[in-house]
Nanobody
Framework: QVQLVESGGGLVQAGESLRLSCAASGSIFSINTVVWYRQAPGKQRELVAAMPSGGNTNYADSVKGRFTISRDNAKNTVYLQMNSLKPEDTAVYTC???????????????WGQGTLVTVSS
């Protein structure tokens, strides 16, 4: 069974940095598109950063220049480096990935459980 597990959230002060990790476990052939979302209290979920397989990365305007999405295919792990954090970045961050377990099977859509990031002013 393929699962995604996030880690790295926590409480930081404004201006500090955090790196979130999203590790895929199970039988994995490849990880295609990966997306980080966030949802702040009382707000709708929003896309933070996306990394299509073989394509250009995309970022929400609010995080451009501060956040960087990356991946380590050997570790089946995706990262979100968050610098210059602001109180408005406070949210539950969740990763989503399209994963193939074999070359021939269809893509599986998997979500992590979310990790809370709190930025104090």
């Amino acid at each position: 069974q393929v699962q995604l597990v996030e880690s790295g959230g926590g409480l930081v002060q404004a201006g500090e940095s955090l790196r979130l990790s999203c590790a895929a476990s199970g039988s994995i052939f490849s990880i295609n598109t990966v997306v980080w979302y966030r949802q702040a209290p009382g707000k709708q979920r929003e896309l933070v950063a996306a990394m299509p397989s073989g394509g250009n990365t995309n970022y929400a305007d609010s995080v451009k220049g501060r956040f960087t999405i990356s991946r380590d295919n050997a570790k089946n792990t995706v990262y979100l480096q968050m610098n210059s954090l602001k109180p408005e970045d406070t949210a539950v961050y969740t990763c989503n990935a399209l994963i193939k377990t074999t070359r021939w099977d269809p893509l599986l859509d998997r979500w992590g459980q979310g990790t809370l990031v709190t930025v104090s002013s």
